[in-house]
């Protein structure tokens, strides 16, 4: 009997174990994220966010076509938190990105469920992070959100957030606001959307990259043509010689 019991306690402790969920970075040091505007409705900004809503922060000088990069400096995972130290430039049109404009670190727990308190991102400028740790959506699916916060794990790991008029401070936002920011499977923003009453798109960022099969596919597309160019040119020249 004390033997079965032994065994059985033992069996609950190794399947524990076995099914825990390791949470890490899913980015790498000296990887570079790149992020583009496609919407800014500058107007609309201004009368959520107040007139200076792009002098600081995320915000500042973002409108439609800039691009932000995102340099990971360094990686500290250990049994508490995942620090991300990260090198920011902030919204550019051109491609000479200079010296980084910020140097910061974003901190999570390394198991979500260190958290006791209800979370929301209000000190953030966007109201979401851009990474999360990974998996990312078991992580998300353990968080503790605010009722402004609706996960998504269904198809794409997503954010649903819905914002009520005043419900940050008084007079922000000054209108009912609505993101849905979508991560990839390596915990990184791919799409962010605010909306206004209606479904009106003012804000669209996208994470700018090639998906990992464009890469192979465009080298297969350029053998193939390659291929079919000089199997071209050799029939040419035979079809001469013969006539």
């Not at 009722?147 to 000054?174: A, G, H």
């Amino acid at each position: 009997m004390i033997g079965f019991i032994l065994l059985f306690i033992l069996n609950i402790y190794t399947t524990s174990n076995g099914t825990a969920i390791k949470y890490g970075a899913g980015v790498n040091k000296n990887e570079e994220l790149l992020w583009t505007c496609n919407v800014c409705d500058k107007d609309e900004m201004k009368d959520i966010f107040g007139n200076d809503w792009d002098n600081s922060g995320l915000f500042e000088n973002l409108s439609r076509g800039k691009k932000m990069k995102w340099q990971i400096k360094d990686i500290d995972e250990n049994d508490l938190t995942i620090d991300i130290e990260i090198d920011e430039w902030l919204w550019n049109d051109h491609d000479n990105w200079g010296i980084y404009d910020n140097n910061f670190q974003i901190s999570y727990f390394s198991n979500p469920k260190y958290y006791i308190e209800d979370i929301n991102f209000s000190n953030y400028a966007f109201l979401v992070p851009f990474l999360f740790p990974i998996p990312v959506s078991e992580y998300l699916g353990e968080l503790n959100f605010s009722k402004w916060y609706d996960v998504d794990n269904r198809v794409l790991t997503t954010l649903n957030i819905e914002i009520t008029k005043d419900s940050i401070m008084q007079n922000y936002p000054i209108k009912d606001i609505t993101i849905i920011a979508i991560y990839n499977e390596r915990g990184i923003l791919t799409s962010y959307k605010l909306y206004l009453t209606g479904n009106i798109v003012i804000l669209d960022i996208s994470y700018d990259y090639l998906p990992f099969y464009v890469i192979p596919t465009l080298f297969g597309l350029t053998a193939i043509i390659t291929i079919a160019i000089i199997v071209y040119i050799i029939k040419r020249r035979r079809l001469k010689l013969i006539s």
